[in-house]
């Protein structure tokens, strides 16, 4: 799991404007969660953890700031499997990998992001690379 930089936290609010997006209180609260877990978490997942700490949270303010950042370019929306949306704050491109025994998701870097050259009359504008299998935590496990 990526270690998160006390400076990536603390600058929430500035990069957030850089991606056009006004950082009210969830939208902060959200971001900050994605950033500090760096666990592609469902929203459900982000609802659970946030309401224990934000009661007043609904989960349909967690499903509108998600989709508000990932509109702005700020999150990625990474889809596993088809039923399953996570979300992702390392926006860079990157190959992800979903273990099938215990449904994580890890970010792996070292593994080099494919070229994609398409015909010209093509505009791609998102490229996902997911590997499944199972995961180290696992296979010692």
Same mark, same amino acid.
């Given at each position: 799991m #990526?270690? &998160? +930089? ?7 609010? !500035? ?5 056009? =997006? ?9 971001y ?16 659970n ?9 609904? #989960?349909? &303010? +967690?499903y ?6 990932? !509109? ?5 929306? =990474?889809?596993?499997?088809?039923h ?40 791609i ?17």
């Amino acid at each position: 799991m #990526k270690k &998160t +930089v006390r400076s990536e936290i603390d600058g929430i609010p !500035e990069r957030l404007r850089s991606f056009g =997006v006004r950082p009210l209180t969830h939208r902060v609260d959200v971001y900050r969660y994605l950033i500090e877990q760096n666990n592609h978490p469902t929203a459900d997942m982000i609802h659970n953890d946030l309401v224990k700490i934000l009661p007043s949270l609904s #989960k349909t &303010t +967690v499903y509108n700031v998600l989709n508000h950042l990932c !509109e702005k370019g700020a999150v990625h929306r =990474v889809n596993v499997e088809q039923h399953e949306a996570r979300y992702d704050a390392m926006i860079h491109d990157h190959v992800h990998f979903k273990c099938r025994l215990c449904g994580k998701v890890y970010d792996l870097d070292e593994i080099p992001f494919p070229t994609i050259d398409p015909p010209t009359d093509y505009s791609i504008e998102i490229v996902q690379v997911i590997i499944g299998g199972i995961c180290p935590d696992c296979q010692t496990g």
